[in-house]
């Protein structure tokens, strides 16, 4: 069983920087690819990217392309998502996910979830 926990959501402005972390514990977290979803306010949850087990696939979902990078130290079993040039529209809670698999972007792919970190962004 593993277990995720985010952190690093907070309000930013348009145009700011946040540093989303998702730290795993119970299982091979090292053997597991990893992703970032989010779920807006009326809205169902999407994939936001991902990244393989030993961080060298990684995949973005159009609106994040460039803006945004997944990236993983296995030593620490965290993932971290780093977003910049945030948009008013990129407020959500942001969730980590875990898939006993070699990269995933379907939620349905994931077996373990995080709790959510809120995310908003001003204008």
């Known amino acids: 069983q593993v277990q995720l926990v985010e952190s690093g959501g907070g309000l930013v402005q348009a145009g700011g920087s946040l540093r989303l972390s998702c730290a795993a514990s119970g299982g091979t977290f090292r053997r597991t690819a990893m992703g970032w979803f989010r779920q807006a306010p009326g809205k169902e949850r999407e994939f936001v990217a991902a990244i393989n087990w030993n961080g060298i696939i990684a995949r973005y979902a159009e609106y994040v392309k460039g803006r945004c990078t997944i990236s993983r130290d296995n030593a620490k079993n965290t993932v971290y998502l780093q977003m910049n040039s945030l948009k008013p529209e990129d407020t959500a809670v942001y969730y980590c996910?875990?898939?006993?698999?070699?990269?995933?972007?379907?939620?349905?792919?994931?077996?373990?979830w995080g709790q959510g970190t809120q995310v908003t962004v001003s204008s």
């Open positions: 996910a875990a898939a006993d698999r070699s990269i995933a972007v379907r939620d349905s792919e994931y077996d373990y």
